[in-house]
C-alpha cells in the first residue's frame, strides 16, 4: 500500500519569511496530492492540491509543487503570517478502482513567530 | 448548506459503557471515513465505507465498530469504552463517483474522555 513521509515535523519561521513542507509517496499510482491546514481545536481543511499532470500550482501565497519521477511534492508557503500557524498534513491518493483513498503523512506544525 | 456534522461535540464517560458517536453528512458522497486523532497528531484511519452496506477496516486497531445502512449516516460505535480511547474522532467523506480528485472533507469532529 501507499505510504507518505512528511517532514519537518515541527517548523518555526520569522513572521514574512517562507516556509516548505515536503512529503515522498511510494506508490507510483498515486495521482492525487492535496494538502490540508488544521488550526488549533479545529478540522482539517484542504488548502491547495495538485493532480499528477500538473507540475506546480499556485494560490496566492501558497504553492505545492510535484517531482513524479522523483515521488516527492512539497507545500511552499511565502510571506508567512502569524495566522499560518497551524499543523499542516500532506496526502496521496489513486483513483484506481479498489485502492483506498488518502493515505497521510503524520504532520507538520509551522510556527509563525511575530 | 452541504456539509458534515457531528454529535455530540464533547463527551466524557466512564470505563465499560457502550458509546455510539454519530455523524451524517449532506455532501451527497459515498465515501465516509472515521479517523481518531490526538489534538495535533497523525491522523489514524479506524474505519471507512464506499457506499451502503461497505465497510472496511482502517490501519487502527480500535475495537470499535462501524455501519452504513443510510448514504449520509456513518455511526461509529464503542462496546466498551476504556481510557486509551480519549482522544478526538474526526468523520470525513468524499465522493466516489466520476473522474474528480478524491477531497475528503472532514466534521467538527467528537472529543472524547474516558475516566
Known amino acids: 500500500g501507499e505510504n507518505v513521509e512528511q517532514h519537518p515535523s515541527t517548523l518555526s519561521v520569522q513572521e514574512g519569511d517562507s516556509a516548505v513542507i515536503k512529503c515522498t509517496y511510494s506508490d507510483s499510482a498515486s495521482n492525487y496530492f492535496p494538502w490540508y491546514k488544521q488550526e488549533l481545536g479545529k478540522r482539517p481543511q484542504l488548502i491547495i492540491d495538485i493532480r499528477s499532470n500538473v507540475g506546480e500550482k499556485k494560490d496566492q501565497r501558497i504553492a505545492v509543487t510535484l517531482n513524479k519521477t522523483a515521488k516527492h511534492f512539497s507545500l511552499h508557503i511565502t510571506e508567512t503570517q502569524p495566522e499560518d500557524s497551524a499543523v499542516y498534513f500532506c496526502?496521496?491518493?489513486?483513483?484506481?478502482?479498489?485502492?483506498?483513498?488518502?493515505?497521510f503523512g503524520s504532520g507538520t506544525r509551522l510556527q509563525v513567530q511575530p | 448548506e452541504a456539509d458534515i456534522y457531528q454529535t455530540p461535540r464533547y463527551l466524557v464517560i466512564g470505563t465499560g459503557k457502550k458509546i455510539t458517536l454519530e455523524c451524517s453528512q449532506t455532501m451527497g458522497h459515498d465515501k465516509m471515513y472515521w479517523y481518531q486523532q490526538d489534538p495535533g497528531m497523525e491522523l489514524h484511519l479506524i474505519h471507512y465505507s464506499y457506499g451502503v452496506n461497505s465497510t472496511e477496516k482502517g490501519d487502527l486497531s480500535s475495537e470499535s465498530t462501524v455501519s452504513r445502512i443510510r448514504t449520509e449516516h456513518f455511526p461509529l460505535t464503542l462496546e466498551s469504552a476504556r481510557p486509551s480511547h480519549t482522544s478526538q474522532y474526526l468523520c470525513?467523506?468524499?465522493?466516489?463517483?466520476?473522474?474528480?480528485?478524491?477531497?475528503?472533507?472532514f466534521g467538527p469532529g467528537t472529543r472524547l474522555t474516558v475516566l
Open positions: 470525513a467523506s468524499s465522493e466516489l463517483r466520476g473522474g474528480g480528485p478524491d477531497t475528503q472533507y
Open positions: 496526502a496521496a491518493s489513486s483513483r484506481d478502482t479498489g485502492r483506498r483513498a488518502l493515505t
